[in-house]
């Protein structure tokens, strides 16, 4: 059970009775809030519904807080419901019940916090979708590590999700990769051809080159502009394997790598030019075909087809968004863009709707910049040198668990700042190490436990009075709720701070506690505390799962 859902069901229900005696109008519009109190003497649920309703009832609120919580049923669950000013209404849980849960969690164990919320409903996520040019950078790792959080929250929280990578391997960039690698390979050869201006620099462009030429000498015989297309396509495929080499090492893997020059060669982008010009959104101009963006609520229009005949780049992710929705049937796409792509947000949903795609079905989340921080000083580095710091770069140095954890931890929305230091720090500190620490430690008073042959199957959890213990058991209950409420508002880096949270409580209450004790007397307390012990255990294994990071036995 999510214990915040029965609270907001007890609310509505009063509301339904609040209705049906006369106190509020039936035909009136009434939201709330139900939010966990900082202070504990607040009780752990308190909804502001007296407040909300205060303004149109001209009424105070604590006299709307008395008369609707005495509507309130009381289950099993609740200890008691008061009126608190200004005028909110608030639960305590009933500590009998919460004891209650640590043998529910034992028993759901690997699926605890999983929910059917989703009701299997399909949605993909797409995110990364580096060009495949160059490495994936610390830019990159940043809307990585989102995307895939989110997409194994919104497995647990019961969806059908699809983690899909989109490979823009045609169009001027891609020349550009050709043509630079071409060079390359040629200067490998000591022939000295000059790089062109907008080519690439990197020197992972020198090392694939050498590659090639160390196992195919045969480009050098073919003409120029064929030679360019085998060395692209060979680079092309090398790239996209070290692509997926890091992501791998990262601990991210997609369902579906779908390839940009498909929705070429099989008619999806001419096609999707016929729907548009049926729908009347079309206009030719200068021998250019253009959406009309202006008339739809755009402030310009946008460019589809060059007036050379080329489609742009706008066209064909049109064409790859209509096929998500009318094709392969994803109720929801979820798409994880860089903060460099937010002009193309709009224009993107705008398009989609003139096609009678409902706009909202597409959600769009912009990862912001990223800045790395070493020995107080940010470092700098330069897209177009290729002087870049690579995921390989970052992951050698602080790990995936660090990598993954440190980019989770601040909301998308927010520029960050990664602390290379902090990362790598073994101390209380580093929240990836803290964290951790609680899980390693968890496991070795399970150890202990099993050696010791303490049998927890009849550990009576009503021996759990501590406030520390009682603390620990709501904090992991917390979990259920937070998984559903991040599949609903798309915000993954709760789940970090919530683990921090459960570590903490985790740390508070084996301080408190004497958990493992060797004398008789103690015998059933140890019992429940080691069940206690256990259930923390699976609920932090979750949420470091979630996460994508390891869960150490020791440290």
């Given at each position: 059970m999510i214990i915040i859902n029965l609270v907001n069901s007890l609310i509505t229900e009063a509301i339904t009775k609040a209705r049906a005696d006369g106190f509020i109008s039936t035909d009136s519009n009434i939201t709330f809030t139900v939010e966990r109190p900082q202070n504990q003497e607040h009780g752990d649920f308190a909804t502001n519904l007296p407040l909300r309703l205060a303004g149109s009832l001209k009424m105070n609120p604590l006299d709307i807080g008395k008369h609707i919580s005495s509507l309130i049923s009381q289950p099993y669950e609740i200890d008691s419901i008061w009126v608190q000013p200004p005028g909110f209404i608030n639960f305590s849980l009933n500590d009998n019940w919460v004891r209650s849960q640590v043998d529910h969690v034992i028993s759901s164990e690997k699926s605890f916090g999983s929910t059917n919320f989703g009701n299997n409903e399909r949605i993909q996520v797409e995110f990364v979708s580096v060009n495949p040019t160059g490495p994936v950078h610390v830019g990159h790792t940043r809307g990585a590590v989102l995307g895939d959080t989110l997409s194994r929250i919104l497995s647990s929280a019961g969806y059908d999700v699809t983690k899909e990578y989109y490979v823009n391997d045609t169009g001027n960039q891609m020349e550009n990769f050709y043509q630079s690698l071409y060079i390359r390979y040629q200067q490998s050869f000591g022939n000295q051809l000059e790089m062109p201006e907008n080519g690439y620099m990197g020197?992972?462009?020198?090392?694939?080159a050498k590659e090639i030429a160390n196992d195919n000498h045969e480009i050098l015989s073919l003409q120029k502009d064929e030679g360019i297309q085998e060395i692209g396509q060979i680079g092309l495929n090398k790239m996209l394997d070290r692509i997926k080499s890091d992501l791998e090492r990262l601990g991210v893997d997609f369902d579906v790598w779908f390839r940009e020059y498909i929705l070429h060669?099989?008619?999806?982008?001419?096609?999707?030019?016929?729907?548009?010009?049926?729908?009347?959104?079309?206009?030719i101009e200068d021998g250019a075909?253009?959406?009309k963006s202006s008339s739809l609520g755009e402030d310009k229009d946008n460019v589809l087809v060059r007036s050379n005949g080329s489609p742009t780049y706008f066209a064909a992710d049109i064409a790859y968004h209509y096929d998500k929705f009318a094709n392969r049937h994803f109720s929801k796409v979820i798409d994880i863009w860089g903060?460099?792509?937010?002009?193309?947000?709009?224009?993107?949903k705008t398009a989609l709707g003139a096609l009678g795609i409902e706009q909202d079905r597409l959600v769009i989340i912009l990862s912001q910049l990223v800045t790395l921080k070493q020995n107080d000083q940010l470092l700098k580095v330069s897209k177009r040198s290729g002087d870049l710091i690579t995921l390989p770069d970052l992951l050698d140095y602080v790990g995936p668990d660090a990598c993954r954890y440190f980019f989770l931890s601040r909301s998308p929305d927010s520029q960050m700042e990664f602390d290379l230091d902090l990362a790598k720090k073994e101390s209380s500190e580093n929240p990836v190490y803290y964290i951790q620490y609680a899980h390693a430690r968890i496991s070795s008073?399970?150890?202990l436990s099993e050696a010791a042959n303490i049998d927890i199957v009849n550990g009576d959890v009503r021996l759990l009075t501590d406030p520390a213990e009682i603390d620990l058991i709501k904090k992991i209950l917390i979990l259920p709720e937070l998984i559903e409420s991040i599949a609903i508002n798309l915000e993954p880096h709760h789940l970090a701070h919530y683990s921090q949270q459960l570590a903490t409580a985790f740390h508070w209450f084996y301080r408190q506690c004497r958990i493992i004790s060797t004398e008789p007397?103690?015998?059933?307390?140890?019992?429940?505390?080691?069940?206690?012990v256990k259930a923390s255990g699976i609920a932090l294994k979750r949420c470091l799962e979630l996460m994508g990071m390891n869960a150490p036995e020791t440290m």
């Open positions: 020197d992972y462009m020198i090392d694939i060669e099989n008619g999806h982008v001419s096609g999707i030019l016929d729907k548009l010009i049926e729908s009347g959104n079309i206009s075909t253009w959406l903060a460099d792509h937010q002009g193309h947000v709009s224009r993107m008073i399970i150890r007397s103690d015998e059933a307390i140890t019992k429940a505390r080691v069940k206690l």
